[in-house]
């Protein structure tokens, strides 16, 4: 079978899916268990876990542009928030007349602002088929734009790294104004349901808990295969000796251009599943330093293995609700210094140690 | 009760006073009997007759006048300065300053005037300079004039102007004839004071004139202060332009500022320092914590913290070239997160241990207040002292890199770097001192953005975007490129913003650099050679 193609002889990758697949089939089960029960998994817990996953998933996307392609995106938190904006437009026309000004016609922030009728760009976003279109067209669009110009003119490095993170701070700027008509600097909130089912209720945020794990095995599934395939071995050539590829015959710019857009509507739909599971969407969510975060996750948890992208996300997420919780002052200490650590002394990041641990 | 009462009527009585006053000057026993007096509507006459007169002391007395000292000593009918003195005052003679003891207030008579005589003296007051010998103080007065427009102007300048050799005085005068002229009743008349008013940026002479254009009885003079008028806005718009040209230097050369530490580090250095935003961060706090030192001085403060600044970023920038960015030089991906990490945690470092909120740093007074260059021009001193300091660095690191020893051997470590080693150049100690050089101005930067923005932990991030934007525009390892794409940058985004708004100007600012890097991708001025490549 094709998956087990895949797989094979990636140890990292069978072991993550494995244990991906277990708690999918367990952590129903503890969710489900009576509220009084030991073992009880509550909601909060469940959204906070359903959110590690939407994370990991970003993860994964920017380790196959860092880890295989070579480009480190300061970006990527922008494509991952574009395709939140898209699901929480959904979710804004699902309020319908229940927000609190109560017109059937028009999200109440627009409503706030004296506005009378809907903006174009908010046509459509009533069906949920067309926004899932949205979340992966606009991500994929703006990546494919953006990449088009910047591979064909071989911006590349530190360059295209900081002309990225200009764009998320672009982005930034430009959704803090109240009359991008994306709710300005508060966002899109107070969601009260998805496809009819409420948000509040903990057989919901089970269904986004799942449908954030199926998304992530079946997006690191295409990676492993975009990886695995002849694609992938022409990908990493360009990452090791962009030059040399290019010489041997290969559109290079082809070749980035289509990963970096594929990456970018992983992002875009890891986006779309944290938005309903957090229950709000704003401008602050394309801050450079997300971007950045999501870097160090990839980097810690280890490049170019996508099951470190995975371990980086989640161990790096836990360590920050915790701290968070507990020491909110140390967070940022110890953040910082997993950057220095991490870079000085695990070049290769967790799953590279355990490698070399393995090996030995 | 009743002795109260009887008092109080007294003091309220006309007739309280019997007016007597005895200066030994007929002329001014007269002006000074009505100025004692009740009949307000005489005493403005009173007083343009004190300042018509040929006395020595006549502006004096009106000073007196205006701020009460002047009193009459009701006894003998003397002038006299009253000085307060515990319960009584202390009188000396206007004329001879012979000093005549104490006396209870009741003893002395003072001038009663109202809000309406007080702008009739200040008005008199603001002429006394007329005559003087200053040319500055001359403008002065009759730019004074032009603001309580009077027809009694016209007999006081006119005989002046005809002396007047100074050109800044004549034409101020001349305005001020032709505006008592706009108000004349023959067209022709005021034909030529249209003439005379010409391009005046002067308020008053714009409201004149479009009182005229739009409601002159006569045709011709109605077009007259049309054009007139067509020919001041052009100039206040050519006014409003260069102030936006100003504000934008301004703008760039706060880019610049921030943007040229990271010129060296990054760009003759190949190292992408994240924490760049933080060392100017540490050059803020230097400042706020040195002026916490010298609370009196803030001026002395400002100029101490500059080499302090540039000591404690310097350091910093040391201490992380050693401790962290040597390890990973040839890997700038990685230099980028582990830079960033250190920004995160000197941030946290300085919420720790100074304050999570902003904190005050006071502009010393040298720095504020402005250059009035015309009525509708003012440079404030601010932003022209960033320009100028932004300069200085820039000349100062210009010179540093090509005409000093160290200057000489980052080159070459830029260039090739085992070519320079193998020359004998101690590259280790080269970075050192190359990176400690970039934070230190870094720190430099830090301490000019304390005077314009909020200094807190969050200062450094708000500027590394655009500092990065600034380097990449110029041209990496380029200084010129830096100075050029600041100002540029900073000029285009003033003059974006009256059209888009500000936060939009930022974004098509933003946008155009990623476009312009599309285009050259190695910025403005590229730079040339091999070392180019890679």
């Given at each position: 079978?094709?998956?087990?193609?895949?797989?094979?002889?990636?140890?990292?990758?069978?072991?993550?899916?494995?244990?991906?697949?277990?708690?999918?089939?367990?952590?129903?089960?503890?969710?489900?268990?009576?509220?009084?029960?030991?073992?009880?998994?509550?909601?909060?817990?469940?959204?906070?876990?359903?959110?590690?996953?939407?994370?990991?998933?970003?993860?994964?996307?920017?380790?196959?542009?860092?880890?295989?392609?070579?480009?480190?995106?300061?970006?990527?938190?922008?494509?991952?928030?574009?395709?939140?904006?898209?699901?929480?437009?959904?979710?804004?026309?699902?309020?319908?007349?229940?927000?609190?000004?109560?017109?059937?016609?028009?999200?109440?922030?627009?409503?706030?602002?004296?506005?009378?009728?809907?903006?174009?760009?908010?046509?459509?976003?009533?069906?949920?088929?067309?926004?899932?279109?949205?979340?992966?067209?606009?991500?994929?669009?703006?990546?494919?734009?953006?990449?088009?110009?910047?591979?064909?003119?071989?911006?590349?490095?530190?360059?295209?790294?900081?002309?990225?993170?200009?764009?998320?701070?672009?982005?930034?700027?430009?959704?803090?104004?109240?009359?991008?008509?994306?709710?300005?600097?508060?966002?899109?909130?107070?969601?009260?349901?998805?496809?009819?089912?409420?948000?509040?209720?903990?057989?919901?945020?089970?269904?986004?808990?799942?449908?954030?794990?199926?998304?992530?095995?079946?997006?690191?599934?295409?990676?492993?295969?975009?990886?695995?395939?002849?694609?992938?071995?022409?990908?990493?050539?360009?990452?090791?000796?962009?030059?040399?590829?290019?010489?041997?015959?290969?559109?290079?710019?082809?070749?980035?251009?289509?990963?970096?857009?594929?990456?970018?509507?992983?992002?875009?739909?890891?986006?779309?599943?944290?938005?309903?599971?957090?229950?709000?969407?704003?401008?602050?969510?394309?801050?450079?330093?997300?971007?950045?975060?999501?870097?160090?996750?990839?980097?810690?948890?280890?490049?170019?293995?996508?099951?470190?992208?995975?371990?980086?996300?989640?161990?790096?997420?836990?360590?920050?609700?915790?701290?968070?919780?507990?020491?909110?002052?140390?967070?940022?200490?110890?953040?910082?210094?997993?950057?220095?650590?991490?870079?000085?002394?695990?070049?290769?990041?967790?799953?590279?140690?355990?490698?070399?641990?393995?090996?030995? | 009760?009743?002795?109260?009462?009887?008092?109080?009527?007294?003091?309220?009585?006309?007739?309280?006073?019997?007016?007597?006053?005895?200066?030994?000057?007929?002329?001014?026993?007269?002006?000074?009997?009505?100025?004692?007096?009740?009949?307000?509507?005489?005493?403005?006459?009173?007083?343009?007759?004190?300042?018509?007169?040929?006395?020595?002391?006549?502006?004096?007395?009106?000073?007196?006048?205006?701020?009460?000292?002047?009193?009459?000593?009701?006894?003998?009918?003397?002038?006299?300065?009253?000085?307060?003195?515990?319960?009584?005052?202390?009188?000396?003679?206007?004329?001879?300053?012979?000093?005549?003891?104490?006396?209870?207030?009741?003893?002395?008579?003072?001038?009663?005037?109202?809000?309406?005589?007080?702008?009739?003296?200040?008005?008199?007051?603001?002429?006394?300079?007329?005559?003087?010998?200053?040319?500055?103080?001359?403008?002065?007065?009759?730019?004074?004039?032009?603001?309580?427009?009077?027809?009694?102007?016209?007999?006081?300048?006119?005989?002046?102007?005809?002396?007047?050799?100074?050109?800044?005085?004549?034409?101020?005068?001349?305005?001020?004839?032709?505006?008592?002229?706009?108000?004349?009743?023959?067209?022709?008349?005021?034909?030529?004071?249209?003439?005379?008013?010409?391009?005046?940026?002067?308020?008053?002479?714009?409201?004149?004139?479009?009182?005229?254009?739009?409601?002159?009885?006569?045709?011709?003079?109605?077009?007259?202060?049309?054009?007139?008028?067509?020919?001041?806005?052009?100039?206040?718009?050519?006014?409003?332009?260069?102030?936006?040209?100003?504000?934008?230097l301004s703008?760039g050369s706060v880019l610049v500022l921030a943007a040229i530490g990271l010129a060296i580090t990054f760009g003759v250095m190949g190292v992408i320092n994240?924490a760049h935003g933080?060392l100017i961060?540490l050059g803020?706090?230097t400042t706020?914590?040195?002026?916490?030192?010298?609370?009196?001085?803030?001026?002395?403060?400002l100029l101490l913290a500059i080499p302090a600044a540039f000591m404690v970023s310097g350091v910093v920038g040391i201490a992380i070239e050693r401790?962290?960015i040597r390890?990973?030089y040839?890997?700038?991906?990685?230099t980028?997160?582990?830079?960033?990490?250190?920004?995160?945690?000197?941030?946290?470092?300085?919420?720790?241990?100074?304050?999570?909120?902003?904190?005050?740093?006071?502009?010393?007074?040298?720095?504020?207040?402005?250059?009035?260059?015309?009525?509708?021009?003012?440079?404030?001193?601010?932003?022209m002292y960033i320009i100028l300091f932004c300069l200085l660095v820039f000349a100062g690191l210009f010179l540093v890199l090509k005409r000093t020893r160290l200057g000489l051997q980052v080159r070459a470590v830029s260039q090739n770097r085992a070519m320079a080693r193998a020359m004998g150049v101690h590259s280790a100690r080269v970075d050192a001192l190359t990176f400690g050089l970039g934070s230190g101005i870094a720190g430099i930067a830090g301490v000019a953005l304390?005077q314009?923005?909020?200094?807190?932990?969050?200062?450094?991030?708000?500027y590394?975007?655009?500092s990065f934007m600034v380097v990449v525009f110029g041209g990496v390892g380029n200084l010129w490129g830096t100075l050029i794409g600041g100002l540029g940058l900073g000029?285009?985004?003033?003059?974006?913003?009256?059209?888009?708004?500000?936060?939009?100007?930022?974004?098509?600012?933003?946008?155009?650099?990623?476009?312009?890097?599309?285009?050259?991708?190695r910025g403005l001025f590229p730079q040339k050679g091999r070392a180019a490549e890679g």
């Amino acid at each position: 079978m094709a998956v087990f193609r895949i797989l094979q002889g990636d140890r990292g990758s069978q072991v993550f899916l494995l244990a991906l697949t277990v708690t999918l089939i367990v952590v129903p089960v503890l969710a489900t268990l009576p509220a009084d029960h030991a073992l009880h998994l509550s909601g909060y817990s469940l959204t906070l876990l359903g959110k590690y996953l939407t994370y990991a998933l970003l993860a994964v996307a920017v380790d196959l542009v860092w880890g295989y392609l070579g480009i480190l995106s300061l970006g990527h938190a922008a494509f991952f928030a574009l395709g939140g904006y898209a699901m929480g437009m959904y979710l804004m026309r699902q309020i319908g007349d229940r927000g609190v000004y109560g017109n059937p016609d028009l999200p109440d922030f627009m409503v706030f602002l004296n506005w009378h009728e809907l903006p174009w760009f908010w046509h459509g976003f009533d069906q949920f088929w067309f926004a899932m279109l949205m979340v992966m067209l606009v991500p994929g669009l703006l990546a494919f734009v953006f990449g088009w110009f910047a591979f064909r003119s071989r911006v590349t490095g530190v360059y295209l790294s900081i002309i990225t993170q200009a764009l998320t701070y672009a982005l930034m700027l430009a959704f803090f104004r109240n009359e991008m008509g994306f709710g300005g600097n508060n966002g899109l909130t107070d969601f009260k349901e998805i496809l009819g089912f409420s948000l509040q209720s903990d057989a919901t945020r089970l269904g986004l808990f799942i449908a954030s794990g199926v998304a992530l095995g079946v997006g690191y599934l295409a990676c492993r295969g975009i990886v695995e395939s002849r694609l992938g071995k022409v990908v990493v050539a360009i990452r090791d000796a962009e030059d040399r590829t290019r010489f041997t015959g290969y559109r290079v710019e082809h070749f980035k251009l289509a990963i970096f857009t594929f990456s970018a509507v992983l992002a875009g739909i890891a986006g779309a599943l944290y938005v309903p599971q957090v229950g709000i969407i704003n401008p602050s969510e394309f801050q450079p330093l997300n971007s950045i975060e999501v870097v160090v996750w990839v980097a810690i948890g280890g490049r170019a293995t996508l099951y470190g992208a995975v371990l980086g996300a989640l161990g790096v997420n836990y360590a920050k609700t915790w701290f968070t919780a507990v020491l909110p002052e140390a967070w940022l200490f110890a953040l910082g210094g997993l950057f220095v650590l991490v870079t000085l002394f695990l070049p290769r990041g967790v799953a590279g140690w355990m490698h070399r641990v393995n090996t030995r | 009760m009743t002795l109260r009462i009887l008092l109080l009527l007294c003091l309220l009585t006309p007739s309280a006073y019997a007016g007597r006053v005895d200066t030994g000057d007929p002329r001014l026993d007269a002006i000074f009997r009505i100025l004692t007096g009740n009949h307000f509507a005489d005493k403005a006459e009173a007083l343009a007759k004190l300042a018509a007169s040929p006395h020595p002391k006549r502006y004096e007395l009106l000073e007196g006048v205006l701020s009460g000292r002047l009193r009459v000593l009701k006894k003998s009918g003397r002038l006299v300065w009253a000085t307060k003195k515990g319960h009584k005052y202390l009188a000396t003679d206007v004329l001879s300053g012979e000093p005549l003891g104490e006396f209870k207030r009741r003893k002395l008579k003072k001038i009663a005037i109202n809000n309406r005589l007080r702008r009739v003296i200040r008005g008199i007051l603001a002429t006394r300079d007329l005559d003087s010998g200053d040319p500055a103080r001359r403008l002065k007065s009759v730019q004074a004039l032009l603001a309580n427009p009077s027809p009694a102007q016209a007999t006081l300048l006119a005989p002046r102007l005809e002396k007047e050799t100074d050109p800044a005085v004549r034409e101020a005068m001349q305005l001020v004839l032709a505006l008592g002229r706009l108000a004349s009743d023959a067209p022709r008349v005021r034909l030529q004071a249209i003439a005379m008013v010409g391009d005046s940026l002067q308020p008053v002479a714009r409201q004149a004139l479009v009182r005229l254009a739009a409601s002159d009885p006569d045709p011709r003079v109605k077009q007259a202060a049309q054009d007139a008028l067509g020919k001041i806005e052009d100039r206040v718009k050519l006014f409003a332009q260069i102030e936006t040209l100003f504000f934008g230097l301004s703008l760039g050369s706060v880019l610049v500022l921030a943007a040229i530490g990271l010129a060296i580090t990054f760009g003759v250095m190949g190292v992408i320092n994240m924490a760049h935003g933080e060392l100017i961060m540490l050059g803020a706090y230097t400042t706020y914590l040195i002026q916490r030192l010298l609370p009196e001085t803030t001026g002395l403060a400002l100029l101490l913290a500059i080499p302090a600044a540039f000591m404690v970023s310097g350091v910093v920038g040391i201490a992380i070239e050693r401790g962290v960015i040597r390890f990973l030089y040839g890997r700038p991906l990685e230099t980028l997160l582990a830079t960033f990490g250190i920004s995160l945690i000197l941030q946290q470092t300085a919420r720790t241990l100074i304050s999570p909120q902003n904190v005050p740093v006071a502009n010393p007074g040298f720095m504020s207040g402005s250059w009035q260059v015309n009525p509708v021009l003012s440079l404030t001193y601010n932003r022209m002292y960033i320009i100028l300091f932004c300069l200085l660095v820039f000349a100062g690191l210009f010179l540093v890199l090509k005409r000093t020893r160290l200057g000489l051997q980052v080159r070459a470590v830029s260039q090739n770097r085992a070519m320079a080693r193998a020359m004998g150049v101690h590259s280790a100690r080269v970075d050192a001192l190359t990176f400690g050089l970039g934070s230190g101005i870094a720190g430099i930067a830090g301490v000019a953005l304390s005077q314009l923005t909020n200094v807190g932990p969050n200062l450094g991030q708000a500027y590394i975007v655009d500092s990065f934007m600034v380097v990449v525009f110029g041209g990496v390892g380029n200084l010129w490129g830096t100075l050029i794409g600041g100002l540029g940058l900073g000029v285009a985004n003033k003059f974006l913003e009256p059209w888009a708004g500000a936060v939009m100007a930022k974004i098509l600012i933003l946008v155009f650099v990623i476009l312009f890097i599309q285009k050259r991708p190695r910025g403005l001025f590229p730079q040339k050679g091999r070392a180019a490549e890679g």
